[in-house]
């Protein structure tokens, strides 16, 4: 339908001049061969009905998002005084004539039709009416056009009848329906053409406020169908009736997974992270698919007898490779020997006794032999990944409902197995589903089935960052295979070449270190810091904040051994910063921040711990100004003489169950920028003695905005030591003391071997039970 036709029905109407073209700007250019099935470009054109007041921001949103991803083109459709937003000054926006924003919008909705058609009606397929407030997965509303017959008068929605207020006084027949607006409705060319010569008179004849209603009354008129009824369209065109907090929280569910679109999506930066997270999964399936073709590749190639290390550089014919790319370029798809290997439980196989990985058991808990409390709650990691198993065996068992007519719904998980080998994840569940046959003999059913998964890793992946901020790989001429990248090891992050090391080992460190006493102990910390920092030119400083210990005589020892130092190495940045009163750790290290510069990098560390260049790498990687504070898991020796009898002698940095354990809950060595330690509040300085202002300082990081980041650090270790408790303190730092002390001792599998192994132990212990149960008073 032409111009003209479009301003004869303009003219008819009585009391209307006739309107001025739209001025539309941006609108998409169309070569003069694209044509209905001419290209991938012409399936869909998709109008988005929005206002002027939403033009910068729900408008802004849907066409930088799922906008630029159609199979076809979109435009936006608003009030006849709507300009272009200077935020987005590319939005392809039709100013419709006589139309203003008021609410309904029925002549905004068929102006837009009459719009699409009159321009765009021999171009395209399909045409989308769409909210602002929409999301739609343009890949799966492809695969769905594309399964129809654009030919045929085709009116594809969410079927309504009005709510249960409204049923009855919306002037439907028994047999008429309407398609929601809300989440989408979908017209077929010949559809489009049949209604669009009478839009003038559905327009006069309108008999509720109801903009979708009127719609599905003028199709069902002139074109002669309902709107689709398919109870699979309340899944795929979906609405959430939560209103504005519509898809604001976790969106790993069914619902959202299994639809086309999402409506509605009120809040423009909750599109704009919807919109990621569907990118998220597009990229799940296309590395689903590489595995699937890997797979195909080794498969033909035992077929045909090639060495699978050969596929690399292998050759079909002449001049021909089967990988085009280097195996050193970021392009290369991957080894083939390691992401072909068939999904199997037994991918891996292990060639001794000690390379057997056993399964760790979930239920209500988790149970594991790997682990040093091996009866636990299922970490949050866990949990979400059984989830996202469960959905997707689901959504794989349902694929086919609708043809068998039937559905299964899962109702829980009994219990499962799990390990991680180096080719990815088993997992084995037992499941309780309910199996359900609608179709024919009606059936209900509980049913338990098991599931064998097993989750391939993809391959290792590598962002390279400077301050937060993401850079481009260094390319190295000779080999830029990963382990040349890390060539200190894959932890201890040593780069090799020069611009990376001045710009990660150029931040100086500033130690800050609280004392009292301990002179022996503050020698062995200070002869590492001699070796670790001073003899290779490490950017570091160190502030000793100094206590004058009543019982022990080792003040001026303390200041002496310290210029020693300095005089030994001359230049080197350490100082004493002399302080009176009772101990309190929370006071030394915030007298020692006040020394410092807004931008300097500090750590907080103890006397006990000893470290490598490798935890100072780490920290200078892990510690950004103004967006992350790095508290690190340290590991914490247990008692040499317990673990070790009386030789009592161990390498400082052995890490395993039996020498040591990671302090999971200790707080107290952090690292930050001064700026950032201001900005949270600082310590608490009420607190006197031990324990308890690293606690309360970690929570207020939590909450101040900044990203917290914890890991396990394997070269920054606590020696172990004897722990004095004073009766001094206060009983929740006694509390916490003494806990600490209990931890120190052994692991428990030390413990339960010292247990069986000393009969006394355990009877003492029976007998002490015994006279508490005779005399409770006591």
């Given at each position: 339908m032409g111009?003209q036709?479009?301003?004869a029905?303009?003219t008819?109407?009585?009391?209307q001049r006739s309107?001025?073209?739209?001025s539309?700007?941006n609108?998409p250019?169309?070569?003069?061969d694209?044509?209905i099935?001419s ?10 009905m ?11 949103a849907v ?17 006849e005084?709507?300009t ?10 039709v ?24 321009n ?7 045409f989308?009416r ?6 739609v997965?343009?890949d799966r ?5 594309r ?14 009848r009005?709510?249960?207020e409204?049923?009855g006084?919306?002037?439907l027949d028994?047999d008429?329906?309407?398609?929601m607006?809300?989440?989408?409705v979908v ?7 049949r209604?669009v010569p ?8 309108l ?10 009354r ?8 309902p709107?689709?009824w ?7 065109l979906y609405?959430?009736s939560?209103?504005a ?8 569910k ?5 639809a086309i679109?999402l409506?509605?999506?009120?809040s423009?930066p909750h ?9 998220g999964?597009q990229?799940q399936?296309l590395?689903?698919?590489r ?12 077929e045909?007898?090639?060495n699978p ?8 014919v002449?001049?021909?490779?089967l990988?085009?790319?280097?195996p050193?370029?970021d ?6 020997d390691?992401?072909?290997?068939p ?8 060639t ?5 990985i056993?399964?760790?058991f979930l239920s209500?808990l988790?149970?594991?032999l790997?682990?040093?409390n ?7 990691d866990?949990?979400e990944?059984l989830e ?6 689901m ?13 299964v ?15 990815g ?11 359900r ?12 089935r098991?599931?064998?998964l097993?989750?391939h ?13 993401e850079?481009?790989?260094y390319q190295?001429?000779?080999d830029t295979?990963i382990?040349?990248?890390?060539h ?6 040593n ?9 990660v ?9 609280p ?5 022996e ?8 810091y001699e ?5 290779v030119g490490?950017?570091t400083?160190?502030?000793?904040v100094?206590?004058?210990?009543k019982?022990e005589?080792?003040y ?9 130092l300095k ?10 910063l002399?302080v009176?009163?009772?101990f309190?750790r ?5 007298t020692?921040?006040s ?13 006990d ?8 790498n780490?920290i ?5 100004l103004?967006r992350?504070?790095?508290?690190p898991?340290?590991f914490?020796q ?10 009592g ?8 169950e039996i ?8 707080f107290?060595?952090?690292?930050l ?8 509040g600082g310590?608490?300085?009420s607190?006197?003695g031990w ?5 309360e300082f970690?929570e207020?990081a939590v909450k101040s905005?900044?990203?917290?980041f914890?890991a ?32 120190t ?5 030390t413990l339960s071997d ?6 006394d132990?355990?009877r003492?212990?029976k ?6 149960t005779?005399?409770?008073?006591g």
């Amino acid at each position: 339908m032409g111009e003209q036709q479009q301003v004869a029905i303009w003219t008819s109407m009585p009391g209307q001049r006739s309107p001025p073209r739209a001025s539309a700007q941006n609108m998409p250019r169309l070569r003069d061969d694209e044509r209905i099935n001419s290209s991938t470009s012409s399936l869909v054109f998709v109008g988005v009905m929005t206002a002027q007041k939403y033009l910068d921001t729900r408008a802004k949103a849907v066409y930088e998002t799922w906008g630029r991803e159609l199979p076809g083109k979109i435009a936006f459709f608003s009030s006849e005084s709507s300009t272009v937003p200077d935020n987005c000054p590319d939005l392809p926006l039709v100013p419709l004539p006589r139309v203003d924003d008021t609410y309904p919008p029925q002549k905004k909705s068929f102006m837009m039709l009459q719009y699409m058609w009159s321009n765009f009606g021999d171009r395209f397929e399909w045409f989308l009416r769409a909210d602002d407030d929409v999301y739609v997965r343009t890949d799966r509303l492809e695969t769905l056009l594309r399964s129809v017959d654009s030919r045929r008068a085709m009116y594809i929605g969410q079927a309504g009848r009005g709510n249960s207020e409204e049923f009855g006084l919306l002037s439907l027949d028994y047999d008429e329906n309407f398609c929601m607006g809300g989440p989408g409705v979908v017209l077929s060319r010949e559809t489009l053409r049949r209604i669009v010569p009478h839009i003038k008179y559905c327009l006069r004849h309108l008999y509720t406020t109801h903009e979708d209603v009127e719609l599905g009354r003028c199709v069902k008129k002139y074109a002669g169908i309902p709107c689709t009824w398919s109870y699979e369209m309340q899944s795929i065109l979906y609405h959430n009736s939560s209103g504005a907090q519509a898809f604001t929280g976790n969106l790993k569910k069914k619902e959202v997974h299994r639809a086309i679109t999402l409506h509605p999506v009120k809040s423009p930066p909750h599109m704009y992270r919807l919109h990621n997270y569907m990118r998220g999964l597009q990229i799940q399936a296309l590395q689903q698919e590489r595995l699937h073709l890997h797979r195909d590749i080794r498969t033909m190639a035992q077929e045909l007898g090639v060495n699978p290390d050969t596929l690399k550089n292998y050759e079909m014919v002449e001049d021909l490779r089967l990988f085009p790319v280097d195996p050193n370029s970021d392009n290369y798809p991957g080894d083939t020997d390691v992401l072909g290997v068939p999904a199997s439980l037994s991918s891996f196989k292990p060639t001794t006794s000690d390379e057997v990985i056993p399964w760790g058991f979930l239920s209500r808990l988790e149970y594991s032999l790997t682990d040093s409390n091996p009866r636990r709650r299922i970490h949050s990691d866990i949990k979400e990944g059984l989830e996202d198993i469960t959905r997707e065996v689901m959504a794989s068992i349902n694929s086919c409902s609708r043809q068998r007519g039937r559905v299964v719904e899962e109702r829980s998980a009994l219990y499962g197995y799990r390990r991680v080998n180096s080719y990815g994840a088993d997992t084995i569940l037992d499941l309780l589903l309910v199996y359900r046959k609608y179709r024919g003999r009606k059936v209900t059913l509980p049913v338990r089935r098991h599931v064998y998964l097993h989750q391939h890793f993809t391959g290792l992946e590598i962002r390279e960052t400077v301050n937060g901020v993401e850079v481009e790989p260094y390319q190295r001429s000779d080999d830029t295979s990963i382990h040349h990248l890390f060539h200190g090891g894959f932890l201890n992050l040593n780069f090799n070449y020069q611009e990376e090391e001045d710009l990660v080992r150029g931040k100086t460190i500033n130690f800050i270190l609280p004392l009292s006493g301990r002179y022996e102990i503050f020698q062995r910390f200070l002869k590492n810091y001699e070796e670790i920092c001073l003899t290779v030119g490490e950017k570091t400083s160190l502030l000793v904040v100094l206590y004058q210990q009543k019982n022990e005589n080792s003040y001026n020892k303390t200041i002496d051994l310290i210029e020693r130092l300095k005089h030994t190495y001359r230049g080197v940045s350490i100082d004493v910063l002399p302080v009176s009163g009772e101990f309190s750790r929370a006071r030394a290290l915030d007298t020692g921040v006040s020394k410092l510069q807004p931008d300097d990098l500090t750590l907080f560390i103890d006397v006990d711990i000893v470290f490598t260049n490798s935890a100072l790498n780490r920290i200078r990687l892990n510690t950004l100004l103004g967006r992350r504070i790095y508290f690190p898991i340290v590991f914490s020796q247990y008692s040499p003489q317990m673990v070790y009898g009386e030789a009592g002698k161990q390498d400082r940095f052995t890490i395993n169950e039996i020498s040591g354990h990671w302090r999971q809950y200790g707080f107290g060595i952090v690292s930050l920028y001064k700026r950032d330690y201001v900005t949270i509040g600082g310590l608490d300085l009420s607190i006197q003695g031990w324990g308890k202002e690293d606690v309360e300082f970690y929570e207020k990081a939590v909450k101040s905005g900044l990203d917290v980041f914890r890991a396990a650090d394997r070269h920054l270790v606590h020696v172990y030591h004897e722990i004095e408790c004073s009766r001094e303190l206060a009983n929740l730092q006694y509390s916490m003391c003494m806990g600490s002390k209990a931890d120190t001792y052994a692991g428990v599998e030390t413990l339960s071997d010292m247990i069986y192994n000393n009969p006394d132990i355990l009877r003492f212990a029976k007998e002490r039970r015994q006279k508490r149960t005779n005399n409770p008073a006591g």
